[in-house]
């Protein structure tokens, strides 16, 4: 599948949700807007592609949003591995991860906290991975080859240089284990078909004691394209590895039979209290005539789950086919993780007046995602006036620019008259991305009650904000030559 994103364009293989794809959009989305705010990033084309460019000391930093969206999408050939912030350091990869490598944090998000913590002014360097802090300013801190850079150049020179048949690769790489992870880059079925199909029946074949996801997904790789009718008799076992990123690789290009090869496959592992369970559920989903049963057997789920990202998931998938407001309740009011909290607003359809209640509750909290989230489940509720919560935010100069973008590209939730105060905002707010949705909203309104504000998108030094007041001014059928009505 080909998804374009502010960073370029990236295909997908197997089987992505569109939920997935629409989190992993709305991250880019978040990260691309980030960078514009922020305004110590620039947009640079490297050898890895697309990248976020700034200058630290001296030192060079590349962030790469587009490769964290290829990880989240299950695609760990991007030369950063998984769990790994997708950054370089004077064109060195840095190792940058998680401590706790279960958090299912996406690689998205954590490129976005980069951008955060190396965009500001003054970076604070206490607050910075030790590897980064090491390799940008040279601070004393610990680190190997797991926690430094690695420089794979000159084994891979060799590897081409002693290398002529297909036997010497194998050779070549078994006298050289500790290059295992460049040098098995080398190995193609064309040039090395039997050294490439023995390291890939080494490393599938291992104990599972002794196996790395990394090299499972590679050899998984290696045999999907190889030949993929093998691949699909071979990866279904690998739904029970227990490393979480390998089921991830085998459930997302698994490819069924039918409803019930996928039911006899998948459905007892949504009854597994921890977070895979929801990626089974995903795939579930897919076939209709499952749809009752799985309703109905979520709601079994919930109630014995455990797992409280797996609750969320699954309340929030459910709300769209039941009223489940009640436990919508218990999981917001239950749960003091501001992330988790956001999510289940983000991903749940309500319908009852007790949210417009809670989001005038929470209306002076200064947590800006929370804000946002409480936005977009405000759109979808019609059942109480969100007006009163649209202005408090609207008016507050410390709220984000994408909050107040959100409410401008939802005024058909408000009145006209409440909309046409929220456009007078909008248009004075010194952002492009907020201008330009405002103007695009001016379109459902009447040309006389917003020719005002269309001025201000025309007299704008903004290319783009001013090109697109023009273009809207030709939709009412006007033409402005000068800057005036023409």
Known sequence: MKIETNFGVFFTEGHISKRRLAVVERAMEW??????????????TTHRGRALQREVEGKCVHLYP????????GDFSTGFAAHHVPITVDKRRVCVTLRNKTSGVPHLDMVAAC?????????????????????????????????????DNEAVAAFHREVTTDAEAAAFILAHPRDWRALREQLSWDDHPD????????????????????????????????????????????????????????LRRLHFEGAEHAQRLLWRRCYDDGPLAWMFHQRLQEWPELHD???????????????????????????????????????????????????????????????????????????????????????SNRSFDAYPFWKALMDEPKTMGQVKQRILGSLDRVTPEQGLSFLEIGMNINLR????????????????????????????????????????ARHFGVEYRNGAED
């Open 31 to 44: 990260c691309d807007s980030l960078a514009k705010e922020l305004n110590t990033w620039s947009r640079v």
């Open 195 to 250: 050294s490439t199909m023995y390291f890939v029946n080494t490393k599938l074949n291992a104990p599972v004691a002794e196996q790395t996801s990394d090299d499972v997904i590679w050899a998984l790789l290696k045999l999907l394209r190889w030949n993929p009718d093998v691949f699909q008799q071979r990866v279904i076992r690998f739904l029970d590895h227990p490393e979480q990123e390998v089921v991830l690789f085998a």
């Open 293 to 379: 049963e799985l309703v109905q057997d979520t709601v079994d789920m919930v109630s014995s789950s455990t797992y409280h990202d797996f609750r969320l998931r699954a309340v929030a998938w459910l709300s769209n086919h039941m009223d489940v407001d009640a436990t919508v309740k218990e999981l917001f009011e239950g749960d003091r993780d501001f992330g988790r909290r956001c999510e289940l607003l983000w991903n749940v359809r309500t319908r009852g007046p007790w949210l417009g209640e809670l989001v005038m509750s929470y209306v002076k909290v200064p947590h800006q995602s929370l804000r946002h989230a409480f936005v977009c489940a405000s759109i």
């Open 433 to 472: 991305f907020v201008q330009k949705t405002a103007l695009k909203a001016m379109k459902a309104f009447p040309y006389e009650d917003v020719k005002h504000l269309l001025k201000i998108g025309l007299d704008s030094d903004f290319k783009g904000v001013h090109d697109l007041a023009k273009s809207v």
């Open 115 to 151: 951008i955060l913590l190396l965009g500001a002014e003054k970076i604070q360097k206490n607050r910075l991975p030790s590897t980064l802090q090491s390799a940008m300013f040279g601070m004393d801190v610990h680190h190997g080859l797991r926690y430094g850079y690695w420089d």
């Open 66 to 73: 587009l490769a964290a969206a290829r990880q989240d999408c």
